[in-house]
T-cell receptor, first 118, second 114 residues
């Protein structure tokens, strides 16, 4: 079974530029998550999709971050314009969901995209 | 608000020695509990999880964790460490509801010396 795919693996940009990340979840997984992992910290959930609808985007900085999951499969996360503090690893995860209690759903993570903003 | 604390930022252990990683949580009710491992350049891999029942949970790669409600802890253990266990380990909690959101600790980096 193929895992969660992410691209690119690394990206270096200047501040105020825009950047986009792509995620392809495990086939058949209904729920998709984007996390931000700043160096020295644990991952922080940015947005959660169930199929092509947003379940939770309360921690997404909507003035500069956007995400979409058209057709309920692949997803893109965009930052425009980027700031220095956006330097982090962006992780995508997917889970089979929905289940009666979504918390029991195991999340499977991709390798991440390491973003450096100069 | 919920929080997860991993008191040890970095642990060094000799190959073949035992390993214990600490995790404490602050939560309104007993949450679901998870341990993930992240090798360099890799995504997070689930080691084990606790939902209910036996408080000693067995996971992959020879890891186990014990849930102690009275101490709000979920410590991870391995009796004999292999060099391939060098990685970063994250404890995470999730609520017992459909309002699902994993909260992660800051992680513990494990170095294995020969």
């Amino acid at each position: 079974e193929a895992g969660v795919a992410q691209s690119p693996r690394y990206k270096i940009i200047e501040k105020r530029q825009s950047v986009a990340f792509w995620c392809n979840p495990i086939s058949g997984h209904a729920t998709l998550y984007w996390y931000q992992q700043i160096l020295g910290q644990g991952p922080k959930l940015l947005i959660q999709f169930q199929n092509n609808g947003v379940v939770d985007d309360s921690q997404l900085p909507k003035d500069r971050f956007s995400a979409e999951r058209l057709k309920g499969v692949d997803s893109t996360l965009k930052i425009q314009p980027a700031k220095l503090e956006d330097s982090a690893v962006y992780l995508c995860a997917s889970s089979p969901g929905p289940t009666k209690t979504t918390s029991t759903d195991t999340q499977y993570f991709g390798p991440g995209t390491r973003l450096t903003v100069l | 608000a919920q929080s997860v604390t991993q008191p040890d930022i970095h642990i060094t252990v000799s190959e073949g020695a035992s390993l214990e990683l600490r995790c404490n949580y602050s939560y309104g009710a007993t949450p679901y509990l998870f341990w993930y491992v992240q090798s360099p350049g890799q995504g997070l891999q689930l080691l084990l999880k606790y939902f209910s029942g036996d408080t000693l949970v067995q996971g992959i790669k020879g890891f186990e964790a014990e849930f102690k409600r009275s101490q709000s802890s979920f410590n991870l253990r391995k009796p004999s460490v292999h060099w391939s266990d060098a990685a970063e380990y994250f404890c995470a909690v999730g609520p017992r509801s459909n309002d699902y959101k994993l909260s992660f600790g800051a992680g513990t980096t494990v170095t294995v010396r020969a």
